[in-house]
């Protein structure tokens, strides 16, 4: 067995109207592989292909940790969701490759084997029904002692909020989508 990164692991949410929740958290995912910790990052309701991932099965190829070990970055990424948005009510497959996410997550979070768990847009989840608030609370309870533990998405219940141990919130002041710039590529996905 590898040698833990933290003793105690939290639960962190970043939520709210502006940009930056998802690329926090893959922050957080870099330090924390950085310093040889294990990360496991799942993307509910993403089956577009990001940056953020094409980047970390890059560096999980090729990169070592300097002053640390000589292993390279532990960094796995998954996705649990079509390859659209979802508009209105969701569908049965919607539903279906969340709840797939949600059980392999369950292993993940409670099986101790990794330092960072980062549950991206699983806030939204709840929000479009895909996945109930007490699914999520079950699966943040059943968390390892040492394994800290990320949510994000707009949109937190007051009851995700009570449960987290930080929460940060991310506000729009302005945003170019307002004057009809489209996602582009390299920052938006």
């Avoid at 991932?53 to 999980?60: F, I, K, P, R, S």
């Avoid at 940790?65 to 497959?93: H, M, N, Q, V």
């Avoid at 991206?120 to 394994?147: G, M």
């Amino acid at each position: 067995m590898y040698e833990k990164v933290l003793k105690t692991g939290y639960v962190q949410i970043y939520t709210g109207d502006g940009k930056g929740k998802s690329t926090a958290a893959f922050g957080l995912a870099m330090r924390m592989a950085g310093r040889g910790g294990r990360v496991y990052i799942a993307r509910f309701m993403k089956g577009l292909p990001s940056g953020e991932c094409t980047a970390v099965e890059a560096m999980n190829r090729t990169s070592d940790i300097p002053g640390e070990s000589s292993a390279p970055l532990r960094i796995e990424c998954e996705d649990f969701g079509e390859p659209k948005f979802i508009i209105g009510t969701p569908s049965d497959e919607d539903i279906e490759l969340a709840h797939q996410g949600l059980r392999r997550c369950m292993d993940v979070v409670s099986g101790g084997d990794y330092d960072l768990v980062v549950l991206d847009e699983i806030i939204n989840a709840v929000y479009f029904k895909v996945l109930s608030e007490d699914e999520v609370l079950e699966l943040v309870h059943a968390k390892a002692d040492h394994t800290e533990v990320v949510l994000t998405g707009r949109n937190a219940s007051q009851r995700l909020i009570d449960r987290a141990d930080l929460v940060t919130e991310m506000k729009e002041i302005k945003h170019y989508y307002k004057t009809g710039v489209p996602a582009r590529r390299g920052i938006e996905d």
